[in-house]
């Protein structure tokens, strides 16, 4: 609301109260209720959905003081009146951005700290041009300084955002939604197009199009925390596994030259193996999981029977740390050992899943039974199209309707 004009128009008043309304409805909703309302069967990351909250509600305020500042207050000085409204929203929108976007990193603690620690500059600066009633301080040189900061920042999340899409692929077999490149992209011209409308001189077609694109980016962003899954290293979920018999005990022996105990359905006991701490290289196998590996080349084995041979692999959103204890080992060493196969844990599991859907589709085909590409890819552990087809081209090398034509013409 730079324009004086913009608080002589009642539509425009009736659309920046409505996007302000709007604004406190998503930060309430995204604060008080936990669990997902549009996607209910996702866990929300409690830290994001807190810092969109945190968003969405300083928007709203953001609203109130440009409105208060223009009508009730300062209304006789522009100028000071836009320092001090540009200068709150440089330091506590800015910053609570910035939070956002770290937060749907969850791989890292990333700090905040240094980055609030920026807007101390814009403050000083304000109060110079506040005293000296110089734009110059007030506007200008706060401009430079935030686009500096927002230049090393931007820099530094590109580098985490490196670093999270390797973890996720080292980590978790289902990506759908998880990453998050695409959305980002959309997101930063929302927000440089935002900036650019916001920061304008007072035409009203702008003042408008900011309003616009508020309700966009508080749309996005909703979507974007409803459709992030909560991710962690350490989460445990009870993987039902058949009760095999490991071809290989603690000592990377066969399993029937082992002097442990066996229990009624000829299993060795998890108890008659050596157990290392958990920072070492193996730790105590869990429920339904195989004897703890001290060999890293037992490890290949280990895998063909407890993954490969029970399909472990179908399993939706099975992570690394699940399959690792599952075989008997922890999460560092299973990760060690597929860097060493020159491969990853998300490679591994979708080869293996589209290696299954090529056995579905051929049975299916031979015996004339109808069926969806989809359905098929469902069967084998996918939860979305485009995530099947990403890894079917991967592995393949072309894409599923071309692969079809193709064993259409070989039968």
């Known amino acids: 609301m730079y324009a004086q004009q913009s608080i002589q128009d009642s539509l425009f008043l ?20 936990r669990s997902n309302a549009i996607l209910p069967d996702i866990t929300p990351p409690r830290a994001l959905r807190r810092w969109t909250a945190a968003f969405f509600l300083m928007a709203a305020l953001s609203h109130v003081w440009w409105y208060v500042l223009g009508v009730y207050w300062l209304t006789d000085d522009r100028l000071v ?12 929108l800015v910053p609570i951005v910035m939070a956002m976007l770290l937060r749907l990193l969850q791989n890292r603690r990333h700090r905040l700290w240094p980055w609030v ?15 000296r009633r110089d734009e110059f301080f007030g506007f200008d040189l706060t401009t430079y300084w935030q686009l500096a900061v927002m230049t090393v920042f931007v820099g530094y ?15 978790y077999a289902d990506l759908e939604h998880k990453e998050v490149w695409q959305s980002l992209v959309f997101a930063a011209a929302l927000f440089i197009v935002y900036e650019v409308c916001f920061t304008n001189p007072g035409e009203m077609s702008r003042e408008y199009l900011a309003q616009v694109e508020t309700v966009a980016i508080i749309v996005f962003l909703l979507w974007r925390v409803e459709a992030l899954q909560k991710l962690g290293v350490e989460e445990k979920q009870e993987i039902q596994t058949p009760p095999l018999t490991s071809p290989l005990d603690g ?26 701490p958990r920072g070492g290289v193996a730790v105590r196998p869990g429920r339904g999981a195989g004897p703890a590996v001290t060999d890293p080349s ?71 039974r109808s069926f969806t590409v ?28 071309m692969w079809m034509r193709s064993e259409e013409r070989a039968q």
């Open 14 to 33: 009736m659309l920046y109260g409505g996007v302000a309304m709007l604004a406190v409805v998503a930060g309430l909703y995204l604060w008080l209720r």
């Open 81 to 92: 009146r836009n320092i001090v409204a540009v200068t709150l929203d440089h330091v506590l």
């Open 117 to 131: 620690l920026t807007q101390v500059p814009v403050l000083m600066l304000a109060a110079v041009g506040i005293a």
């Open 157 to 171: 999340y590109i580098y985490a955002l490196i670093k999270n899409g390797r973890w996720l692929r080292e980590n």
């Open 251 to 276: 000592r990377g022996v066969p399993a029937d030259e082992a002097s442990g105990e066996r229990t009624a359905d000829g299993a060795v006991k998890a108890d008659a193996f050596p157990t290392l």
């Open 298 to 368: 037992d490890i290949g084995q280990q895998l063909a029977y407890f993954c490969e041979q029970p399909q472990l692999y179908l399993q939706y959103d099975l992570t690394l740390s699940q399959l690792a204890e599952t075989i008997g080992t922890n999460r560092e060493a299973l990760g060690a050992w597929f860097t060493e196969q020159g491969d990853t844990y998300n490679a591994y599991i979708d080869r293996l899943r589209i290696d299954h859907f090529v056995r579905l589709y051929r049975e299916a085909a031979r015996a004339g």
């Open 374 to 401: 989809f359905a098929l890819a469902h069967e084998c552990g996918y939860r979305s199209y485009l995530g099947f087809y990403t890894a079917f081209r991967q592995r393949m090398g072309t894409s599923v309707t």
